[in-house]
């Protein structure tokens, strides 16, 4: 069964404070790894769109990879506007999402 | 990017009533939605495909007689939880693929509170 697990959970930064996130994920046939943005009480707001391992995606401060088994999205120097919940979902014969990592950048 | 525009955002409604919810892609065609579900901290879980013209494919557990799903036309899907109970209280999603991009874009969202 195709599965994707983020972590952390939660993740507290102060601003300028560069970080990582996690997905971790097997799929069988992997048709595309995605990350989402979700702001409280609202949908998610898409962000990339990796394909293969070894891709790499840039936007402002965002930054995500791929390899085999998981992808990060990496956080330059975030800004308190970065504090959201980040979604990665994998496409495979279904669309599968992770629970999500909840970002806070503190001032 | 293409947006999705969903229809209420927030709703509030007594037990036993229905509520309907609208999902529209407004600069691209959908001949596929997809309805999703969302409890506080937990991910998206995938409720049912709409299909334009032609019957809706539920997950499992999915009562297709409570959630009723239409997609009467290539930019419009509806959701009607049917006698809604309080425990149906949620955060309900849609979502529409831009097939040429192979990228799935939400609605803002419909927060149910069933009293």
């Known amino acids: 069964e195709d599965q994707v697990t983020q972590s952390p959970e939660a993740l507290r930064l102060q601003e300028g404070e560069s970080s990582s996130l996690n997905c971790s994920y097997t799929?069988?046939?992997?048709?595309?790894l995605f990350w989402y943005r979700q702001d409280p009480g609202k949908g998610p707001e898409f962000l990339f769109t990796?394909?293969?391992a070894g891709e790499e995606k840039e936007k402002e401060r965002l930054k995500a990879t791929l390899t085999k088994k998981e992808s990060f999205l990496h956080i330059t120097a975030p800004k308190p506007e970065d504090s959201a919940t980040y979604l990665c979902?994998?496409?495979?014969?279904?669309?599968?999402f992770g629970a999500g990592t909840r970002l806070t950048v503190k001032p | 990017g293409a947006v999705v525009s969903q229809h209420p955002s927030r709703v509030i409604c007594k037990s036993g009533t229905s509520v309907k919810i609208e999902c529209r892609s407004l600069d691209f065609q959908a001949t596929t939605m997809f309805w999703y579900r969302q409890f506080p901290k937990q991910s998206l879980m995938l409720m049912a495909t709409s299909n334009e013209g032609s019957k809706a494919t539920y997950e499992q557990g999915v009562e297709k007689d409570k959630f009723l799903i239409n997609h009467a036309s290539l930019t419009l899907s509806t959701l009607t939880v049917t006698s809604a109970h309080p425990e149906d209280s949620s955060f309900y999603i849609c979502?529409?693929?831009?097939?040429?991009?192979?990228?799935?874009?939400f609605g803002a969202g419909t927060r149910l509170s069933v009293l």
């Open positions: 799929v069988s046939g992997l048709r595309g």
């Open positions: 990796l394909y293969s």
């Open positions: 979902a994998v496409q495979g014969n279904d669309m599968r």
């Open positions: 979502s529409a693929p831009v097939q040429t991009k192979n990228i799935q874009y």
